[in-house]
């Protein structure tokens, strides 16, 4: 669970040690930075049971992510407000999603992988995935 917050802690340890070398300018980037790599800009984790079980009544995509992922927040930033209209799971915090991901990632926890009616999306393009599965 601590994992999950290692990213954000350190960039913010960062920013304090740079606010007294280089001022509040570093200090208000790096809080942003820190932000950011948190899992608090991405919405609220599902375990994976509760998200087949969400999915199979409402036919919503499942994706599946993990803190501090770069592409995870590519993916996040281009959904914008659609975003929620997907269950997300954070494979970090459910041993059950890191299997899902890895039954359809060649063995591999490549995220976001995002899980639909149609099939499996492994890293998609953020604007082809939008289109296609229309969140």
Not at 13 to 19: M, P
Not at 31 to 47: D, E, G, H, Q, W
Not at 57 to 68: E, F, L, N, Q
Request: charged share 20%; glycine share 6%; hydrophobic share 50%.
């Amino acid at each position: 669970m601590l994992r999950r917050w290692v990213q954000a802690a350190a960039l913010l340890v960062a920013g304090i040690v740079l606010f007294f070398v280089s001022g509040p300018v570093a200090l208000i980037v790096f809080v942003l930075l820190a932000v950011v790599a948190s899992p608090l800009v991405f919405p609220r984790s599902l375990s994976a049971a509760e998200a087949k079980r969400r999915q199979a009544r409402d036919g919503r995509p499942i994706i599946y992510w993990r803190p501090g992922c770069p592409f995870c927040l590519r993916l996040r930033a281009t959904l914008g407000v659609r975003s929620r209209r997907a269950h997300w799971v954070d494979i970090w915090q459910d041993p059950e999603g890191a299997a899902d991901v890895r039954a359809v990632a060649n063995g591999n926890e490549t995220v976001p992988t995002a899980i639909t009616a149609t099939g499996a999306f492994v890293n998609p393009n953020p604007r082809h995935l939008r289109t296609t599965i229309g969140i």
